[in-house]
């Protein structure tokens, strides 16, 4: 819980009751690889920290779509369920073994009210993950297919983590045109 605890420290000041007190709330769940952590149509409750291992957002229609990767320190939640209570579009496995601490939704809300500096924590954790879904759309729309492999690739310890084919979903590519792209790129 180490890794939580500094995330936190290192976004807003908290005085050491009011971090246990919100730790305390926290519980560890270990996922094995291809496990699901919420499944295409159940509701989301919880929030999460990703302590080791890798998640990926995906959904089934005609294929297998990769919409999110989520990394070792990340704090996220499918938040298009979980906010409105609706039901889920898409599936979060475990891409390989993996350890995460989740809090319920409602000691989140109770948190927040309980502990201003909580609120700053999640308003800024917000903020950033707006700021990257913003700049993956403008990947997206403006660069090419190559340019995002490329910058896929400066993302540390990415590539770890998933597979070729589920690579080429989320750069939005089938698996023949990701391995000619890389072998062009040699």
Request: glycine letters at 4%; charged letters at 25%; proline letters at 3%.
């Amino acid at each position: 819980m180490q890794e939580l605890k500094s995330l936190i420290r290192s976004s807003v000041g908290l005085e050491e009751e009011d971090l246990q007190k919100i730790l305390g709330h926290f519980t560890l769940k270990i996922l094995q690889k291809s496990q699901l952590l919420l499944k295409r149509g159940q509701i989301a409750s919880h929030y999460y920290f990703l302590n080791k291992g890798a998640l990926r957002f995906f959904y089934n229609d005609d294929q297998e779509l990769t919409a999110w990767i989520v990394q070792p320190g990340e704090f996220f939640a499918e938040i298009s369920s979980l906010s409105p209570a609706l039901p889920s579009r898409f599936n979060i496995e475990a891409v390989v073994d993996t350890e995460l601490y989740c809090i319920h939704k409602s000691d989140m809300d109770l948190l927040y009210r309980q502990i201003p500096a909580w609120q700053e924590f999640g308003r800024k954790l917000w903020e950033g993950m707006a700021v990257r879904m913003i700049s993956e759309i403008i990947s997206f729309q403006t660069m090419t297919v190559e340019e995002r492999y490329l910058a896929f690739l400066q993302k540390p310890g990415f590539m770890q983590f998933i597979s070729v084919k589920q690579l080429a979903s989320y750069l939005g590519i089938t698996p023949n045109a990701l391995s000619r792209i890389r072998k062009n790129l040699r």
